[in-house]
């Protein structure tokens, strides 16, 4: 059996808040109860979004409630080279094109698709050349027919169905901003790093299929996949930087946890609020409790 790898990957848009609490609480309980090793893997490949010192403050966050990764914490902004190899290495299987839509043709071919009620997948526009329109992104072919059908077993949502081809289309992995996609990277370094299973927030579910899709090709391992329900605020939107979430209390991490366990269905007695140790060995337990391995 492959020795279990795991990881947390936070995007330094910010700091540390309840929902990635959440994501990262559960990644570390999983990574603890198959005594498998975590890692913490910094998503700073977007530039634009990255603000500065927020990856050390996250690191810092997390260490403060006990989480502290088994090997270095990986940036991604430092891996370019492999993840241009990578890309290359999609391109040779010839299903890479680029692609000269802009963000406004594809929102009005969204808009028409919508009103006749076919599908709101990319079209496709450029799949046979980009009709004397400059190169802007590059897009993955994606099947049609019955091999666009993608099919994973969530250990907590269950049996998931995509089709690639209706539901999402050919997909970008290098933006029209030259930076790489968050699809392309997150393959690339799961692949890399050896991940075995992935625990993260169900914002992410969507994005599975493909991310299996884009394994296949590159022909690396699938891992197996766990989406933790989302925080919400009381709109429903999910908690994130972008909504508003508040930074978390680090100076209280037993209530922080206590929460964050309570979030994922973990009932826990009051001594788990007595220090982090019993907070931690109640929670593996529980944890290996709920989830299925
Ligand atoms: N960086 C992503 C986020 O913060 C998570 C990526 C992943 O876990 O695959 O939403």
Redesign the pocket.
Known sequence: MTAYRG?????PTGPLHFG?LV?ALASWLDARAHRGTWLVRI?DIDGPRTVPGAAEDILETLARFGMVADEPPVRQSRRMPLYQREFERVQSTGLVYPCGCTRKEIADSLVHAHARHTTLAYPGTCRNGLNGKPARAWRLRVPDGDAAIVSFDDRWQGPQTQNLATEVGDFVLRRADDQWA?QLA?VVDDADQRITH?V??A??LD?TARQIYLQQCLGVPTPSYLHVPVVTNTDGEKLSKQTGALALDASRPLVALNDAALHLGLALSGTAALSRQAFYAEAIEAWSKRVKR
Not at 7 to 11: G, L
């Open positions: 990881r947390f990957a936070p995007s990635s994501s998503e968050y997150v992935v993260r927030g914002d992410l994005s």
